[in-house]
């Protein structure tokens, strides 16, 4: 085996190098070889959502199961990232829908959780189950709940969940139900979604979402733009209007609109949310925080934006930044067990064994039959015994 050589496939497939990845398996490199963080060079193009190099490599009969040391497959990453494009390719090529990443979750939870519309769509689509638990004690429409923020996105993946089948009572490890949660959080579109209310909506918006479920993204986009020409400001309109461009990957000119939104009212924080997401897809990771910033400034007491920073610098291997966003989150809702979670992982990312063992302490003390926990707690205690 040629090891400088099936390194350099990582190092090119991650960089989106195509000429050189085509070289390079010429060469005879090999597309299964793994770095020492156990990825392959389609897991390292997944990663930065390099998409023409992942197809490239799948079509070199790269295993699209195969899984680095934290247990995700180059499906489960694409899923957990947004990449809905690589997704698609992954499950084309034999993805195992039913595969789960180390929490217990299949790809359709952290896409829920963070906010991906269309790769929630494109796993409903392929048959993910919808009803699925977690090591949690979550299902993906809980995750869209208690993580999400009940505006126009959150309420469209859950309308899009519930549409799907999925169940608004069931229930988490407190008891505590999907529409229990929406309900004690003021998310009042949620509620109606999960009781089966009508929702008032423009007419133009009803029109356009119905026409993107058959791709007619132009023909979208005019009825928008014909309502906009017709009542001037909407932020519903526009809203939707860069919603369906980000779709399109047009994300200069979704930017665009959601500052319009933003400059017709500064304080409808979900815009930041929004810019925030498209400047990670546009891979301007200091301005997408810089965004989340500017709507945690405005309000410090919600938790959402900080929670979805933390989220994103953990994404980007930020891991002291993360724990400081947690420690900032858990001073606020202490008994939140799933931050001290996400804390004990960053820490363990960060060879702090022992920081990361108190932290998931905090966790069990609030759950302590949760065999997730436990679990995490002993691979950081056998870490700590072998430093």
Not at 10 to 17: F, N, P, R, Y
Not at 378 to 384: D, H, K, N, R
């Amino acid at each position: 085996m040629d090891q400088p050589l099936n390194e350099k496939l990582i190092t090119a497939s991650e960089q989106g190098d195509l000429p050189t990845v085509e070289q390079l398996l010429n060469e005879g490199a090999s597309v299964d070889y793994k770095d020492a963080g156990g990825r392959t060079a389609l897991m390292a193009a997944v990663q930065k959502n390099q998409i023409p190099v992942a197809k490239r490599l799948i079509e070199a009969n790269s295993d699209v199961n195969t899984r680095d040391v934290t247990q995700l497959t180059p499906y489960l990453c694409a899923g957990a990232n947004g990449f809905h494009e690589i997704l698609k390719l992954t499950i084309a090529a034999g993805a195992d829908i039913k595969s789960v990443n180390r929490f217990g979750g299949t790809a359709l939870l952290p896409s829920s959780e963070k906010g991906y519309l269309r790769t929630v769509r494109v796993c409903l689509d392929s048959g993910v189950a919808v009803n699925h638990i977690n090591d949690l004690g979550w299902s993906a429409l809980l995750e869209a709940v208690i993580l999400g923020n009940g505006g126009r996105l959150y309420s469209d993946i859950i309308e899009l969940l519930v549409a799907a089948g999925a169940d608004p009572h069931l229930q988490d490890r407190d008891g505590k139900s999907s529409l229990e949660h929406a309900q004690a959080m003021g998310q009042t579109e949620v509620v109606k979604i999960l009781k089966n209310e009508d929702r008032e909506q423009h007419e133009a918006i009803l029109q356009a979402k119905s026409l993107i479920k058959a791709d007619n993204y132009e023909e979208a986009l005019g009825i928008l733009d014909e309502a906009l020409d017709k009542e001037g400001s909407n932020a519903d309109l526009i809203y939707y209007k860069a919603y369906f461009l980000s779709e399109l990957e047009r994300y200069g000119e979704a930017l665009e609109q959601y500052r319009k939104g933003l400059a017709l009212n500064p304080h409808d924080l979900d815009f930041y949310f929004y810019t925030a997401n498209t400047l990670r897809m546009m891979r301007k990771p200091e301005e997408a925080l810089a965004e989340y910033d500017k709507a945690i400034e405005l309000d410090p007491e919600e938790t959402f934006y900080r929670y979805h920073k933390s989220n994103y610098l953990r994404e980007l291997g930020r891991h002291e930044a993360a724990v400081a966003e947690m420690d900032k989150l858990l001073a606020q809702q202490p008994h939140r067990y799933d931050f001290s979670f996400h804390k004990a992982n960053s820490l363990r990312s960060l060879g702090r064994h022992q920081e990361a063992i108190d932290a998931i302490e905090n966790a069990i003390k609030h759950d302590p039959a949760n065999p997730l926990y436990q679990k995490h707690k002993a691979q950081s205690q056998e870490l700590l015994d072998k430093v």
